[in-house]
């Protein structure tokens, strides 16, 4: 499996960004695409998660850490597997290198790192003030 995390950038705080994440490879059953963040000097935190079911995203079926609820919103498509994160009302603490990833997890969601079987390459994301 590949994953190809692309849109980052440089914007201002309030902005808004949306980064994608093609997957390219095998396919599997039931698995969940997710979204990461790495901070500078911080541990890989867990951004968002959304669940597939063979080549089709169950956009309802979605998770997020708290402090972006309300400001992102990830979503895929199917016919591109690709997925998204929408993210709005950015803050300089948005600040990070962000990596999509892949769960094998048949079923729920999982925040850790380790629970995530294939990572794509960062894109980053800086949010001035």
């Known amino acids: 499996v590949q994953l190809q995390a692309s849109g980052g950038g440089l914007t201002q705080a309030g902005d808004s960004l949306r980064l994608s994440c093609t997957r390219s490879g095998r396919t599997f059953g039931r698995y969940a695409l997710g979204w990461f963040r790495q901070a500078p000097g911080k541990e890989r935190e867990f951004v968002a998660s959304?669940?597939?079911?063979?080549?089709?995203?169950?956009?309802?079926?979605?998770y997020y850490t708290d402090s972006v609820k309300g400001r992102f919103t990830i979503s895929g498509s199917s016919a591109k597997n690709a997925v998204y994160l929408q993210m709005n009302s950015l803050k300089p603490e948005d600040t990070a290198v962000y990596y999509c990833?892949?769960?094998?997890?048949?079923?729920?969601?999982?925040?850790?790192?380790?629970?995530?079987?294939?990572w794509g390459q960062g894109t980053e994301v800086t949010v001035s003030s």
């Open positions: 990833a892949a769960s094998l997890r048949q079923s729920g969601f999982s925040s850790e790192p380790a629970d995530y079987n294939y």
């Open positions: 959304i669940r597939w079911v063979g080549g089709g995203v169950i956009g309802s079926s979605t």
